[in-house]
């Protein structure tokens, strides 16, 4: 699985759960470990998640964009 799509389940499970350990967002998002770190990792170099004692959440910004996305017609 490349790494754009791995960044893209784990965007998409933080949405559906809201706050998740590294661990858990793996398992829903059918991903292993490794891949989930890695990609929240990157997310959170961009300032898309945020992180604390071990769990991560989308950050308000990121909601806001995915929010738009979402509200655009196809």
Same mark, same amino acid.
């Given at each position: 699985?490349?790494?754009?799509?791995?960044?893209?389940?784990?965007?998409?499970?933080?949405? *559906?759960?809201?706050?998740?350990?590294?661990?858990?967002?793996?398992?829903?998002?059918?991903?292993?470990?490794?891949?989930?770190?890695?990609?929240? *990792?990157? *997310?959170?170099?961009?300032?898309?998640?945020?992180?604390?004692?071990?769990?991560?959440?989308?950050?308000?910004?990121?909601?806001?964009?995915?929010?738009?996305?979402?509200?655009?017609?196809?």
């Amino acid at each position: 699985m490349d790494k754009q799509t791995c960044t893209q389940l784990v965007v998409q499970t933080l949405q *559906l759960s809201g706050k998740a350990p590294a661990r858990e967002i793996a398992t829903r998002s059918g991903i292993d470990n490794s891949s989930s770190i890695f990609a929240l *990792l990157a *997310l959170e170099t961009q300032g898309k998640v945020q992180q604390l004692n071990g769990y991560w959440w989308l950050s308000e910004s990121a909601v806001e964009e995915l929010a738009q996305e979402e509200g655009k017609p196809s």
